[in-house]
């Protein structure tokens, strides 16, 4: 008859309790930008068709670049009027017109070339780019994989330090995952391009591509295990 050891330890079944972490630093595999495209007008159709105009050039724009961009979203969009200051009454000086973009590439030779030719339209802001992994990306499972052969590694060093050997695993645990604090997700990590076009004048030549490094990302796993050993000699 097998007896099953107790998860909370005995003379017989010692339990042994560690925690592995993994920390690994990899290239992103993906680039984010925001787009910002603005219009001002002294009346609503003017803002509106001017903001039209320029958010299908940037959309017209960012798909020459054909797969590189692996998504292009819109996102919010307003028009709003501008009322004329320290006046009784609520006159409207003008309209202003906003759309956010959002493209995310994965190929990053084009990503310089795309922020810089953006960053030279009128009234377009651009920001990032923010770096990322995939969330299938194999580096999470890589991850995963080295902070449980630590809490391995970890609870064997204990048993070795007693003399003795570990004889079955009881149970291994995300970090959060037993009603402990999930660890907080690392945020992005942002580059430090963000730049504003030129407001009107004569259209310069296509300015040259920015030189982008990748930052690189930085991932933590971190498990809960629970071992028994043979019971030790003290």
């Known amino acids: 008859m097998t007896v099953t050891p107790a998860p909370y330890g005995t003379p017989d079944h010692p339990r042994v309790a560690v925690c ?6 990899v290239d992103p595999e993906t680039a984010h930008i925001t787009i910002t495209v603005t219009a001002r007008g002294k009346d609503r159709r003017t803002a509106l ?3 039209t105009r320029r958010n299908a050039h ?3 724009l960012v ?3 054909g797969q590189a961009v692996e998504k292009l979203e819109t996102g919010a969009f307003s028009v709003t009027p501008e009322l004329t200051a320290g006046g009784r009454d609520e006159k409207i000086r003008a309209y ?6 959002t493209a995310v590439l994965g190929d990053f030779t084009a990503l310089g070339e795309l ?7 009128d009234m377009t802001h651009i920001n990032g780019p923010w770096w990322n992994l995939r969330p299938d990306s194999p580096a999470h499972a890589r991850a995963r994989r080295q902070a449980v052969q630590e809490a391995v590694q970890r ?3 204990y048993a070795d330090a007693l003399g003795t050997h570990l004889t079955a695993l009881l149970d291994i645990a995300d970090l959060g995952a037993e009603n402990a604090a999930p660890l907080a997700p690392m945020p992005a990590a942002p580059g430090s391009f963000r730049a504003s076009a030129a407001y009107g004048g004569a259209e310069p030549e296509t300015p040259p591509a920015l030189d982008l490094e990748p930052q690189r990302q930085t991932l933590y796993a971190q498990v809960n ?3 028994t050993m043979a019971p030790p000699k003290l």
């Open 20 to 25: 592995g972490e993994a920390r690994l630093e």
């Open 49 to 51: 068709d001017d903001l």
């Open 58 to 60: 940037v959309l017209e």
């Open 63 to 65: 798909r020459t670049y």
């Open 96 to 101: 202003h017109g906003r759309v956010h973009i």
């Open 115 to 121: 922020t810089t030719r953006i960053a030279d339209l």
């Open 155 to 157: 609870a064997r060093e």
């Open 225 to 227: 295990a629970r071992f």
